[in-house]
């Protein structure tokens, strides 16, 4: 089992950045695929990023592809989500997750999820 806990959220204006993180605990966090997910205020949690255990891999929105990048280091148990030139249409809460050997970009591919971290695009 793995707790996840997101931090990095906040206010930006639109074509700023943020990086998000979340870390893990548990002893078995390279075991782990990783996801980055969003959920803005009457919308449904919608993929964002993911990335495999040891990183050869990764998948991207088309929404946030080539502004996003979702990376991670196993030794600190944490995995990272960068965004840049963020939009207005990106303020939503985000939340990261995690699923044992399977790799997915649907939110019930995913067995395990933090708490989410706001972030707020401003235009």
């Known amino acids: 089992q793995v707790q996840l806990v997101e931090s990095g959220g906040g206010l930006v204006q639109a074509g700023g950045s943020l990086r998000l993180s979340c870390t893990a605990s548990?002893?078995?966090?390279?075991?782990?695929?990783m996801g980055w997910f969003r959920q803005a205020p009457g919308k449904e949690r919608e993929f964002v990023a993911a990335i495999t255990w040891n990183g050869s891999t990764t998948e991207y929105a088309d929404s946030v592809k080539g502004r996003f990048i979702i990376s991670r280091a196993n030794a600190q148990k944490r995995v990272y989500l960068q965004m840049n030139s963020l939009k207005p249409e990106g303020t939503a809460a985000y939340f990261c997750?995690?699923?044992?050997?399977?790799?997915?970009?649907?939110?019930?591919?995913?067995?395990?999820w933090g708490q989410g971290t706001q972030v707020t695009v401003s235009s």
């Open positions: 997750a995690a699923v044992p050997f399977r790799f997915g970009v649907r939110p019930h591919d995913y067995h395990y």
């Open positions: 548990g002893r078995t966090f390279s075991n782990y695929n």
